[in-house]
């Protein structure tokens, strides 16, 4: 099959984390590459808007030799993923690729591409493959190229749930950028795999860069296993405004190598609920209502009426569910 081809190299720690990163973030989610011209192939360039939608395998380039220049690389994919967007910045005249995240895979680049095609020539190029019918999943990735990167815990996010509903992501800024909508005040679910093959004692630090989030897990992660999953349950601190931005920002620490590139966002956008609202402005009121009625009722000795009763009981309960549910005194 022809296919779009996006390398990562192991030429700078940013590269490496490129891939780190795409094994670590949720299908769906927006990852962005970045590139020089000569490195991109001219039939990728000659596709111009066409290369929007197209399907894209993503590899990590290793090189086989010192002089980055000549030698040769062998080629690892990592998974495939879909092109949203796609320009040229007239600043830096840099090409960036924005690419939504899809399943992990297992891709060969056959032998009859052109060498002109291929890294070091050519990093975002279109080549012939093939995909293997075995090892297509994050774990089989995670061990085809643990070797090649610095002492890391791998991590992946599954995905983020509200009981048993996958939440969707949301995308913005011409899909160069995704986030997952979360509601203030409910109970998520955070689910992460945890990859460490390598057997270390690196950790991985989640804080929130604006302290909107709340974690309920022993935070930094870490394993001795192998694999591992975890449920993490989140929530979220009450909103002075309607909608709030913020990220988790996953970071390694306790690495003897220099691990800072890889550090990884996960975009949040922290909402009110809806339904909240309007069971506040019901519950507010029928208070109201209830209290308005109050000065009209006799109150000299008399017994109180049904339709009294019947007010006193409204606005309790009105009163009640403020408290219960809004903690309004």
């Known amino acids: 099959m022809n296919l779009i081809c996006a390398f990562s190299s192991d030429a700078r720690p940013l590269y490496k984390a490129d891939i780190y990163r795409a094994l670590a973030l949720p299908k769906g989610y927006i990852l962005h590459f970045r590139y020089q011209r000569k490195y991109i192939h001219q039939d990728v360039l000659d596709l111009g808007t066409k290369i929007l939608g197209r399907k894209v395998a993503i590899f990590f380039s290793r090189s086989l030799g010192a002089n980055t220049a000549t030698t040769s690389y062998e080629n690892y994919s990592i998974r495939y993923a879909t092109v949203t967007a796609f320009d040229e910045s007239p600043e830096t005249n840099v090409y960036h690729v924005y690419m939504k995240l899809d399943d992990f895979c297992n891709v060969v680049i056959r032998n009859t591409n052109q060498l002109d095609y291929l890294p070091p020539n050519k990093f975002f190029t279109n080549l012939e493959c093939a995909e293997m019918s075995q090892d297509m999943s994050w774990r089989s990735r995670v061990l085809a190229i643990k070797d090649y990167l610095p002492k890391l815990l791998f991590f992946n996010v599954s995905g983020v749930f509200d009981g048993n509903r996958k939440i969707a992501l949301s995308y913005s800024n011409k899909k160069r950028s995704s986030h997952f909508e979360i509601t203030q005040g409910q109970r998520h679910i ?64 306790n690495s003897p190598d220099k691990v800072s590139e890889y550090t990884t966002n996960i975009e949040f956008d922290i909402v009110r609920s809806k339904w909240s609202a309007i069971a506040f402005g019901f519950f507010a009121t029928v208070a109201l209502a209830a209290f308005s009625a109050m000065p009209s009722m006799s109150f000299k000795g008399e017994p109180l009426q049904p339709h009294e009763y019947a007010v006193f009981l409204v606005w309790f309960l009105a009163t009640a569910g403020l408290y219960y549910y809004f903690n309004k005194k």
């Open 190 to 253: 955070l689910k992460v795999s945890l990859g460490n093959p390598q057997e270390n004692d690196v950790h991985i630090e989640v804080t929130d860069k604006g302290d909107e989030i709340e974690l309920n897990s022993i935070n930094p992660l870490q394993t001795s296993a192998s694999f591992d999953d975890l449920e993490i349950p989140i929530s979220s601190k009450a909103l002075q405004v309607r909608r709030q931005s913020t990220f988790l920002k996953f970071r390694l620490s």
